[in-house]
């Protein structure tokens, strides 16, 4: 069965870093674009980054662009959210996704393009 597990949140100072893993299986890795999504309490669930495996093709949404650094590991068949000079307002459930094919567009940070979810983790940032 196609399972996706996030793993890396905790609590952070602001300012601080984190890196988060997706880690994928039940599927081929290349065959997927690969997305971070967060969901802050209140608030609607909003694609932030997503990595196509295939060709290393990279997406960043404006208020993570510049301190978030998405990449992947093939051959681990794992994803990765490295995030930078954390704010208060970066604090949410932090989820990886999956859609089958290739990248187009910024179609990935829409939740009705995912075809799968892994569970969240959470990312709590103190100010």
């Known amino acids: 069965d196609v399972q996706l597990q996030a793993s890396g949140g905790g609590l952070v100072q602001a300012g601080g870093s984190l890196r988060l893993s997706c880690a994928a299986t039940?599927?081929?890795?290349?065959?997927?674009?690969i997305g971070w999504f967060r969901q802050a309490p209140g608030k609607e669930r909003e694609g932030i980054s997503c990595?196509?495996?295939?060709?290393?093709?990279?997406i960043y949404e404006d208020s993570v662009k510049g301190r978030f650094t998405i990449s992947s590991d093939n051959a681990k068949n794992t994803a990765y959210l490295q995030m930078n000079s954390l704010k208060p307002e970066d604090t949410a459930v932090y989820y990886c996704?999956?859609?089958?094919?290739?990248?187009?567009?910024?179609?990935?940070?829409?939740?009705?393009?995912?075809?799968?979810w892994g569970q969240g983790t959470l990312v709590t940032v103190s100010s």
């Open positions: 996704a999956a859609t089958f094919g290739y990248m187009y567009g910024s179609s990935c940070l829409e939740k009705s393009q995912i075809d799968y």
């Open positions: 039940g599927f081929t890795f290349d065959d997927y674009v």
């Open positions: 990595i196509s495996s295939s060709d290393g093709r990279l």
